[in-house]
């Protein structure tokens, strides 16, 4: 029987996937749904699914980015918003990907050539030189960087600049900014304040940690394959998640 997970950040799409799913290939078991990208790529890891139906924009780890970590470990299929022009980043029949609204007839489409797939066994595509330029062709041309974090201790507000920020994490309804030398918690979800960081200068590590990528000194890996990180300035230990564990393996 083959099987899959979910990867959609919205409920009523995700759920309006399934039942379509569930009445076009009946056969198919839904391992998992998953409403961040991270929670889809630690699905794939736990139950190892022949398919992965992801949402490209997701909070935090994109579609596109759980693709890049998986490696060729399921078939991906996406769904997006963007048009066709964008789109063309795909390769005709590497990658299947559906736009929002689904059409029953193209969920269809998918569906058949999925199934040809899994008859003859064929590998997962390698993803990544695709993903890489699909990325560049999606992610907005101007995106309002933070560039100062303004946090309040007492009667004082504190000013931190951008490019001296080592890490944050999550903090229930606050988040905690960290420098070398001060720190301080913000009124602001860390899920709110990734959007405005720059991905190629912070890196997420887990679910709560975001952490400057130039900051970072070590990273270790134990006996159980658990990774943490050492940083530059700051004597704190950082735990990886294992949905971004990816990001320090040997080049």
């Not at 405005?196 to 975001?210: K, S, Y």
Request: net charge negative; glycine share 4%; aromatic share 8%.
């Amino acid at each position: 029987m083959p099987t899959a997970i979910i990867a959609y950040d919205e409920d009523l799409p995700r759920k309006d996937l399934r039942r379509m799913l569930q009445e076009l290939w009946p056969e198919l078991e839904i391992l998992s749904e998953a409403e961040h990208g991270a929670d889809a790529l630690e699905a794939i890891l736990q139950y190892q699914p022949d398919i992965a139906f992801l949402d490209i924009r997701m909070p935090g780890m994109t579609g596109l980015d759980v693709a890049n970590a998986t490696k060729g470990r399921c078939h991906a299929v996406f769904t997006t918003a963007y048009d066709n022009h964008a789109l063309e980043a795909f390769s005709a029949g590497a990658i299947d990907y559906l736009l929002k609204p689904i059409a029953q007839d193209r969920l269809i489409d998918a569906i058949t050539r999925l199934k040809a797939r899994l008859e003859v066994k064929a590998a997962p595509t390698d993803l990544s030189s695709l993903m890489q330029e699909l990325d560049k062709r999606l992610r907005p041309q101007q995106v309002e960087r933070i560039r100062w974090i303004s946090a309040s201790v007492g009667d004082t507000i504190k000013m931190f600049p951008i490019d001296k920020i080592l890490f944050f994490t999550s903090d229930e309804k606050y988040t905690r900014v960290v420098c070398v030398d001060d720190e301080a918690h913000v009124r602001k979800p860390l899920k709110e304040i990734i959007d405005g960081l720059d991905p190629e200068v912070f890196w997420q590590i887990h679910r709560g940690v975001v952490v400057r990528a130039d900051a970072i000194a070590k990273a270790h890996r134990d006996e159980l394959g658990k990774v943490t990180v050492e940083l530059r300035g700051n004597k704190e230990i950082l735990k990886v998640s294992q949905a971004y564990a990816w990001r320090f393996k040997p080049m």
